[in-house]
């Protein structure tokens, strides 16, 4: 029977067969020829691996098992123990827990660079700096960095420059074709989008970097599972869909959560008075993302309040699935921050971050209307 399906099935095998020793060498002699071990390779990992490739417009990626796992290949294929990194200081706290506690267990130091230095580089470079580490949006604000001006500057000093590209998605931005030499990706977020995967991403401009995360993939055990690489590249196919829908529903939460007095401050980059609206604008072709934060009275009761009447936005501390939800930066994301780091970040009691899904917005600014309403 000549089976022919319309999907990839599901390669749930961790082994695959050979026939005999001819083979195995043509395994070793042609790459990508066949399989062995599914940590080494197994063909659901690399569709989506390859999918995003091509939606970055890169030369090779490895799809990884979580977004931590790709921030880490990220960083290590152009670092080694003495190496020194740059990190934007907005950063998701993830990222710096893993520099902070366990690169610098290998020997691998990093200086916080703030937003309003990014594009100065210059005097927080050191022999050994190999990178700077930043965000297309960064997480929590939502400030966006202009990523050709950054390339270039990162460029000139003979750094690589390596973008965190979950909240943008390729959908709005491309930073590869920007300049930027590595972006990855918490798969978990928009590229699966339906909050029941958890996978990450690295692709890379160059092709031999490619190929050395590849290698790294495999050495480091860092292989995404079939079933989780099968559900993703299912979310993939909708994510030119489901990326506008989340912005429009998002910019009209943010229009709306302006005019209401229990708000403080909504950081969305979609609204005029983002201090990086313009440049949002071009850079994400007119979109703007389903992300953004509101600054509430810094009162932890009021905050509470806020979570426990809302039934749109559940408090899960995660973001990016198709159904709305909230997260809060102080407890969560940054919650290892020292309280210096948090304070000039801005990331205080009352600030809540929104993930605004594709539900129909009317319901959602209802239920906003409501939770704020107590306040």
Known sequence: MDIKPKITPIYQSSVFKFEDLNELELYFGESGSRYLYSRNGNPNSDELADMVNTLEGGAGAVA?????????????????????????????????????????????????????????????????????????????????????????????????LVVDNTFATPILTKPLSLGADLVLHSVTKYIAGHSDVTAGVVVAADPEIAARLKQMGVLYGLTLSPMESWLAVRGLKTLHLRMPAHSQNALTVANFLQEQPAVRAVYYPGLPDHPQHELAKQQGGGLFGGMMSILLADDAETVNRFMQRSQQFPFAPSLAGVDSSLSYPLGTSHRYLTPEQQTDLGITVGLVRLSVGIEPVEGLLADLQQALAAE
Do not use: W
Request: hydrophobic share 45%; proline share 3%; net charge negative.
């Open 64 to 160: 990884t098992g979580s977004g931590m796992a790709a921030i880490f290949a990220a960083l290590l294929v152009c670092c080694q123990a003495g190496d020194h990194v740059l990190c934007a200081a907005d950063i998701y706290g993830g990222s710096s827990s893993l520099i902070d506690k366990e690169l610098s267990r290998m020997g691998i130091s990093v200086t916080y660079v703030p937003f309003e230095q990014l594009y100065d580089l210059a005097q927080f470079v050191q022999p050994t700096t190999r990178l700077l580490l930043a965000e297309t949006m960064s997480n929590p604000l939502l400030r966006v960095a202009d990523l050709r001006r950054l390339a270039d500057e990162c460029h000139r000093l003979g750094l690589k």
